[in-house]
């Protein structure tokens, strides 16, 4: 006969609670850390503090689903974490077979098991699997548990586990032990999510939204930082600022969409033609700033030379839609180089004055700076 079992289990009670984490901890006074009570709280305590130190995402899914599996000798487990993005669960990691057999499933809210543990936040243990019919069978047993893994905010995540090692079925025992593993399982995830959220909003406030370069003030940041660098390490530092000619012009004749366009294929344009290691950020309405850590005045010549070539090339060849019935767009770059007590401020003006020789020179071209260059 089946048995299902859910949250009307009595739990584990605060005395006992206690008493285990008070052995796990050497209180003076508890219980001897011998006893297998004793010895299942070490562990807890122990995967609580793995937890607090695993910082990347896959690898704390994966830490949680084994730790889980193997608290209740359970050989097949599997962790479903809820994705906002697709309103669905998602296998993100399993224990006992591969990950790559179940990655594509995904699982609506209260459909099958994993669904109906996500959406009600019950945990549930059956002690004999119902017969699906089938004669292929993926587990050893019919005895199953599954458990929310929850915070404040609600249900992040499911653990299933099956084919217990003896081949017995799962007991309260088992069941009170999994729910207490899911309760810092839980808290560590709310606290993953949180890291990654303040990354994305990290990211967001240094990245400028239409084009993806860096902003203005992240890219301020980073030359105050390569600066520093420069000044304890030695080694070399330029800098080119490229503006677009005549791009109001070119604004008001194909209007601001268009010209939005070009902004974001251009910033594409530069990321294909730099050094990875190099910075591409937007500073001004049309005009770009990449910063080349360990590239002397010749290199950053010949970069910024092969941007302006291949921006050339990228826009010229377009003879439909926006680029059309008019001249193309062209940059124009000047190129400053760090030295000695040199400050942000003078390197960035530095760039500046070459920029403005450009447009002066003619446009469509690259200039390095040069201290007998007319200041702006």
Known sequence: MDRLVSDTTPALGEDALQALFEDALGVPGAAGAATAAGNWAWRLFAFTARLAKTKEARALYRLIVREMANAVSADTAAFALYLPSEQRLAI?????????????????????????????????????????????????????????????????????????????????????????YAV????????????????????????DPLTGAYNRRHFKERIEQELERQRREGGDLALLLLDIDDFKKFNDVRGHLHGDRVLRELVEVIRRSV?????????????????????????????????????????????TGAY????????????????????????????????????????????????TAPEP
Do not use: W
């Not at 047993?141 to 586990?161: E, K």
């Not at 810092?184 to 990245?207: C, I, K, M, Y």
């Not at 850590?293 to 290199?299: D, F, K, R, T």
């Open 92 to 180: 993100v990691a399993t224990h006992g077979y591969h990950e790559e057999l179940v990655g594509h499933v995904r699982i609506d809210p209260g459909e099958g098991i994993l669904g109906r543990v996500f959406s009600t936040g019950k945990p549930i243990m059956q002690s004999v699997r119902p017969d699906s019919g089938s004669k292929a069978r993926r587990y050893r047993t019919n005895s199953f548990m599954a458990v929310p893994l929850a915070a404040a905010d609600g249900v992040m995540a499911v653990v299933s586990v099956t084919d217990r090692a003896d081949g017995q079925p799962f007991d309260a025992s088992d069941f009170n032990r999994l729910r207490a």
């Open 184 to 207: 810092p399982a839980g808290l560590a995830l709310a606290t993953d999510r949180l890291r990654q959220q303040l990354q994305e909003f990290v990211h967001l406030a240094s990245v």
């Open 275 to 319: 050094r990875i290691v190099d910075v591409c950020a937007r500073y001004g309405g049309e005009e770009f700033a990449v910063l080349m850590p360990g590239a002397n005045s010749a290199m950053a010549f010949q970069i910024a030379e092969r941007i302006r070539r291949n921006s050339e090339a990228h826009f010229g060849s377009r003879t």
């Open 324 to 371: 059309s019935g008019g001249p193309s767009p062209t940059l124009s770059v000047g190129v400053s180089s760090a030295r000695a007590g040199l400050a942000a401020d003078a390197l960035l003006k530095e760039a500046d004055v070459a920029l403005l020789e450009a447009k002066r020179s003619g446009k469509n071209m690259v200039r390095v700076y040069s201290a």
